[in-house]
């Protein structure tokens, strides 16, 4: 069984950043594809980033293209997401998705196994 658990949501002013964690209860001798999504109050879960087990595979939805980076530290058991240029759009629980699975980028809900509780992020204008 693996337990994600995301930090470091809070509350910023439009064009500000903010730097949201996830760290994974694995065994370092596994593969993980994780991945981002959000839910925005009133909407549904959407995509916002994936990466691959080393690192080296990233995909962001258009929405945060060029704002957002993700990247991770398996030496932690760590994925990060560092958002910039953030408005009030970005609003939403941010949740972490991951599953054992080497080399491929995961776009959709479906392709996950294991999902973190989320952790809010609030942008104010």
């Known amino acids: ?3 994600l658990v995301e930090s470091g949501g809070g509350l910023v002013q439009a ?3 903010l730097k949201i964690s996830c760290v994974a209860s694995v065994s370092s001798s596994s593969s993980y594809s994780m991945g981002w999504f959000r839910r925005a109050p009133g909407k549904e879960r959407e995509f ?3 990466i691959t087990w080393s690192g080296g595979g990233t995909l962001y939805a258009d929405s945060v293209k060029g ?4 990247s991770r530290d398996n030496a932690k058991n760590t994925m990060y997401l560092q958002m910039n240029s953030l408005n009030p759009e ?4 941010y949740y ?3 599953r054992k ?3 491929l980028i995961l776009r959709r809900e479906s392709d996950y196994d294991y999902w973190g509780q989320g ?3 609030t942008v104010s204008s």
């Open 119 to 121: 952790t809010q992020v």
């Open 67 to 70: 704002r957002f980076t993700i």
């Open 15 to 17: 064009g500000g950043s």
């Open 101 to 103: 699975m080497y080399g």
């Open 48 to 50: 916002v980033a994936a």
């Open 90 to 93: 970005d609003t939403a629980v």
């Open 1 to 3: 069984q693996v337990q």
């Open 96 to 98: 972490c998705a991951a």
